[in-house]
């Protein structure tokens, strides 16, 4: 389920916190990254590795909305539109992602290219608007800096 | 003013050329200290948390007990998902060495064995430059044990969130630490006495803790000295919404608002008139356009304004803006985030926001402006923790000081009545 290097990770982690239930963020960020998403199987595996009961691992894994319990698109399009953003003219790259993406908010395109969501605000306000592609920010968004992003992620 | 906690250094991030900088210079000199000296110091500095509450830092240092037998720890809030707040951030990019050396120099007053820096699971690429610049700490021995030829040994941990406002929160970031959905607990027990893992805790703002090395190396009564007497120090600003240059000024506490938005902001785009301001972060209570004179970024004067510093995330709005629309989408916000244990925020949450929607939407309807008040009134103290204050505020200012906005969209004539006249 998890790489050897991932493992030896667990292993350095474990001197850092007294409990092994602490490291149940840890261990799912591990396992997101390695396979895209958290399946039943493995929050099983994360249960059985840190010897905390299965129900607490689901109750993490439901509680955290950036833990995906379902496969998502290659491509997860996270658009903030909280206030500063909203101010900044976030509705109108809304609108235009559901329209280039021929998908709307919290949903996966069918060739499982894109996923669109609505996210609060990222701590961006002062770029605002913004989106971000997995880690990568995109900041100070116009209608042809978001075709550009969105014309490169799909040459990739 | 001189800036202290984000320079314009080139490369600061790294250690060599923070310490070229006299970087962990204060840290040295707090080792040569009594840890009671250096609690001494933070506390007669006037230091007051960046986080929101603008508590005291020094005298949160003197909760924790001295004679136990537990290890203690210190907790780093760098959850920053307040929205209109961008300031950690900065730090983690630009100087994450001076947060270091803050929370090392904590962790010595306080005898800590551990701290952990929980940062919010979206800044997964600030948090990968805080690890660079601990693991670069460790191998020049200012973190680990027997630090700097001392009997002093520490550590610092980073733990990475996943994406949960609450987190910020806290109690709730302690359980997230913990391993474990973020639920606030209920407090007494306080964290001092019952924290982490039922140790003692204290938890301090990214920003707090950055300040700490500037009042050792300089001494309290220098640093006391800078902006607003009873709010001392250096204060990252937010500004964002509708102003020609929003980002992070680091300015001296007391500064106008008016100065902030026209001076270093750049005034507002088309030269507009400001409707209305969030002085400190989605959650603190908005302010009027033409009540804004006087006002100044420290929490004496902010609170005399009928408002609060926050997190000092300034959010602008000019004439044209639907305030129906930003109410509507604030209290969207908290809906979202309410972690549900408590009957009167999770209720009350949704209950605002399906009222405000119908505002947004101009079908507002009479004696919904009072339901909305009695709602926000009901939530506000009968919490957990303040997100439930946190959601009621923006309602309830906004109601006092915008009434008209709301009765403008109240529909008078009830749909199906209209229907029939129309009929």
């Known amino acids: ?156 | 003013m001189q800036k202290l906690i984000l320079p314009n250094i080139p490369g600061l991030h790294t250690i060599d050329v923070y310490e070229s900088q006299g970087g962990y210079k204060a840290f040295r000199k707090a080792l040569g200290m009594k840890p009671e000296e250096v609690t001494d110091e933070v506390k007669k500095s006037g230091l007051r948390g960046r986080g929101g509450a603008c508590f005291p830092t020094g005298l949160k240092w003197t909760f924790m007990p001295k004679q136990t037998t537990k290890p203690k720890y210190i907790c780093v809030n760098g959850d920053e998902s307040e929205p209109g707040t961008f300031k950690d951030r900065q730090i983690f990019e630009f100087n994450p060495h001076l947060l270091i050396e803050g929370t090392l120099i904590g962790a010595y007053a306080m005898g800590v064995t551990t701290s952990f820096i929980y940062v919010r699971g979206e800044y997964g690429k600030w948090i990968r430059l805080l690890e660079k610049a601990i693991a670069d700490a460790y191998a020049k021995g200012y973190i680990g044990t027997s630090i700097l030829g001392s009997t002093f040994s520490t550590n610092i941990v980073v733990h990475k969130g996943a994406g949960a406002y609450i987190c910020g929160e806290e109690s709730s970031l302690m359980n997230s630490i913990e391993g474990m959905r973020g639920y606030p607990r209920v407090r007494p027990p306080f964290p001092a006495q019952f924290g982490l893992w039922g140790c003692p805790t204290t938890i301090n703002n990214v920003e707090t803790m950055c300040n700490v090395p500037l009042i050792i190396d300089h001494g309290w009564e220098w640093y006391s000295k800078i902006g607003a007497p009873k709010h001392p120090g250096p204060i990252l600003v937010g500004i964002s919404g509708h102003v020609n240059k929003p980002g992070v000024y680091e300015l001296p506490t007391g500064v106008p608002l008016l100065e902030i938005i026209y001076k270093h902001a750049g005034g507002v785009p088309g030269d507009k008139k400001i409707k209305a301001v969030i002085p400190g972060g989605s959650s603190t209570m908005i302010m009027r356009g033409d009540q804004l004179e006087g006002a100044c970024m420290d929490a004496e004067s902010l609170k005399a304004a009928g408002s609060s510093v926050g997190t000092a995330g300034l959010i602008v709005m000019d004439e044209d803006t639907d305030l129906m629309k930003v109410i509507a989408r604030i209290s969207m916000f908290y809906y979202h985030e309410s972690c549900g244990q408590c009957t009167p925020c999770r209720e009350g949450t949704g209950w605002l926001w399906k009222i405000l929607k119908r505002f947004e939407k101009g079908e507002g309807r009479a004696g919904d402006v009072d339901l909305l008040m009695d709602i926000a009134n009901n939530i506000e103290g009968n919490t957990i923790c303040a997100l439930g204050d946190a959601a009621a505020w923006p309602v309830q200012s906004m109601i006092r000081r915008f009434r008209d906005e709301f009765e403008k969209r109240v529909k008078t004539v009830p749909p199906r009545m209209e229907q029939e006249a129309a009929a």
């Open chain 1, 1 to 156: 389920m998890l790489s050897e290097k991932n493992l030896h990770k667990i292993e350095e982690l474990k001197k850092s916190y007294p409990t092994s239930q602490a490291l149940v963020l840890p261990v799912l960020w591990m396992i997101q990254e390695e396979h895209g998403y958290i399946s039943e199987e493995s929050m099983k595996y994360s249960a059985q590795l840190l010897d905390v009961p299965f129900g607490h691992v689901l109750g993490v894994v439901t509680f955290y909305t950036m833990f995906h319990s379902k496969p998502i698109g290659k491509n997860h399009i996270e658009v903030c539109t909280n206030v500063s953003c909203m101010l900044r003219g976030s509705e109108k790259i809304v609108e235009l992602l559901e329209k280039r993406l021929g998908i709307g908010l919290g949903e996966t395109s069918k060739d499982k290219k894109w996923t669109l969501s609505e996210v609060e605000c990222m701590g961006s306000c002062g770029t605002a608007p913004m989106l971000a592609v997995g880690e990568e920010y995109h900041e100070n968004l116009t209608p042809e800096k978001l075709e550009k992003i969105l014309s490169d992620l799909e040459l990739k």
